[in-house]
Structure formats: C-alpha cells, structure tokens
C-alpha cells in the first residue's frame, strides 16, 4: 500500500506541468483511502492488544513472558504503521514511551520472578476483578478460577469463588454459577460470603422455579447466619413465598 502510494506520488511528480484538478482530486481519494484502510488496521491491533493484556492477567509467569514478547512487537508495528500513516509527533512519541516503560517493565518482571509461579495474588486477584468490570466475563472467570487453585486458603478466596458464580450468572449460565456457589459454600462455610452465595442460589432457583429447593435455601440462610445483611432479605423472601 504505501508502495502504491509512492508510486502515484512519482507520475504526479513527473506529470505536473499537465496534472488536472482531477488528477490532484484522484490522488487525494487514493491517499484517503489507503489511510482508512491503515486506520482500520491499527484499531484492529489495538483490538488485539487489549485482548492479550487480558490473557496475560490469568497466566502463569512463563506463559506471561511469551505474550508480553507478543505485545512489545505489535507496539512497534503499531508506531511504524502511525509513522506511515502521518500520525503527529506527539501521538508517535506517546506511543514509544508506552513501548519503553512495557519493555522496562517486562524485564524488571523475569529478573524478579522465576518462571512457573503463579505471581502475586492481590496482581491476579485485581486484574481478573478489572475485567469483569469491563464485562470481559471468560477472562475474568480464568483469572479468578486460577486465584482459587493457586491460592486456596487466601483471604480473598470465597471472594473469588463468589465472583465466578457471578460470572456464571451474568453470562446466563444458572447451572454452573450454582454449582461455583456451591463449591464456595463447601470450602468456606464460615466466611461472610458464603450467606451471599446461598441468597444468589436461592434466587437462581426462585427464577427456575424451584420454590421447594429455594425455600431451604433461604431458611438455611436464616438459621446458619441470623446476623448477616442476607438473613433479612431472606426473611422476606420467605414471607413471599408462603402468601
């Protein structure tokens, strides 16, 4: 593409004494669209980008070394790109910093990490917290269900087992985030989040229309947890469903 560009920018070079104000009119269309064509494709690697900084969250040190090596070589691609397509110069420098601190940054990772551990865990625990908020919910799933394996006595994990049940059910997915609720429920039965988990599943069967296997799930919630936020609520499920 920017072959052809040159090229056309030759004929009009050599052509210019009797160059038409259609000619300069061709040449502008040329040159647009072959920008939009790069445009689309650096949004495209952008695109890209964010997706492998996504994965990078839920992978083990080894595995994070080998995407960030991917990433730094689409920033370069992306700032040869910019410089073709006539980026301004503050936008290219922006660009390389970028570049500079993520090499800066991955070196300072191997030399400080060794390869096969699972990282940090409040580090894993924050980014698989980040994409669920972006909505990016199998990622976020993969970071918390990797926290739950490599740290399954941390404080945070009923959180995490909690968030994947969650993920389950934004992505209307009632089967698995019971069973995630469940799983939270049998490791961590005296945590604060486990009368969260119980209401959720109780809801989870109410929409089903499980009132029976509901039902015992709000008294549970009542009769093991009296003084939780939930049992209230639970409370007055439960006067609904005997009207």
Same mark, same amino acid.
């Given at each position: 593409?920017?072959?052809?560009? !040159?090229?056309?920018?030759?004929? !009009?070079?050599?052509?210019?004494?009797?160059?038409?104000?259609?000619?300069?009119?061709? +040449?502008?269309?040329?040159?647009?669209?072959?920008?939009?064509?790069?445009?689309?494709?650096?949004?495209?690697?952008?695109?890209?980008?964010?997706?492998?900084?996504?994965?990078?969250?839920?992978?083990?040190?080894?595995?994070?070394?080998? +995407?960030?090596?991917?990433?730094?070589?689409?920033?370069?691609? +992306?700032?040869?790109?910019?410089? +073709?397509?006539?980026?301004?110069?503050?936008?290219?420098?922006?660009?390389?910093?970028?570049?500079?601190?993520?090499?800066?940054?991955?070196?300072?990772?191997?030399?400080?990490?060794?390869?096969?551990?699972?990282?940090?865990?409040?580090? !894993?625990?924050?980014?698989?917290?980040?994409?669920?908020?972006?909505?990016?919910?199998?990622?976020?799933?993969?970071?918390?269900?990797?926290?739950?394996?490599?740290?399954?006595?941390?404080?945070?994990?009923?959180?995490?087992?909690?968030?994947?049940?969650? #993920?389950?059910?934004?992505?209307?997915?009632?089967?698995?985030?019971?069973?995630?609720?469940?799983?939270?429920?049998?490791?961590?039965? &005296? #945590?604060?989040?486990?009368?969260?988990?119980?209401?959720?599943?109780?809801?989870?069967?109410?929409?089903? &229309?499980?009132?029976?296997?509901?039902?015992?799930?709000?008294?549970?919630?009542?009769?093991?947890?009296?003084? #939780?936020?939930?049992?209230?609520?639970?409370?007055?499920?439960?006067?609904?469903?005997?009207?």
């Amino acid at each position: 593409m920017h072959g052809r560009l !040159l090229a056309l920018i030759v004929v !009009l070079a050599t052509t210019a004494g009797c160059a038409t104000k259609r000619d300069l009119r061709d +040449l502008r269309d040329e040159m647009s669209s072959m920008r939009v064509a790069q445009e689309a494709l650096l949004r495209d690697l952008q695109r890209q980008n964010a997706t492998i900084l996504d994965s990078m969250s839920t992978q083990d040190v080894r595995l994070r070394g080998d +995407l960030t090596n991917q990433l730094l070589q689409m920033d370069r691609q +992306l700032v040869q790109i910019q410089e +073709l397509t006539g980026q301004g110069q503050q936008q290219l420098s922006q660009l390389r910093e970028t570049v500079r601190m993520r090499e800066e940054a991955f070196r300072n990772e191997t030399g400080t990490q060794g390869a096969g551990q699972a990282g940090d865990p409040e580090e !894993l625990f924050t980014a698989s917290q980040s994409a669920m908020q972006r909505g990016s919910l199998t990622t976020a799933r993969s970071g918390f269900q990797e926290f739950v394996r490599a740290f399954p006595q941390h404080p945070r994990a009923p959180d995490a087992h909690l968030a994947i049940g969650e #993920s389950y059910e934004q992505g209307n997915q009632p089967v698995p985030a019971l069973e995630a609720y469940a799983r939270l429920l049998e490791l961590h039965p &005296n #945590s604060t989040r486990a009368p969260t988990a119980l209401l959720r599943a109780a809801k989870i069967e109410l929409a089903r &229309n499980n009132r029976d296997t509901a039902r015992t799930m709000l008294t549970q919630i009542t009769s093991a947890y009296p003084r #939780s936020a939930e049992a209230a609520e639970a409370t007055r499920e439960l006067q609904r469903l005997r009207r």
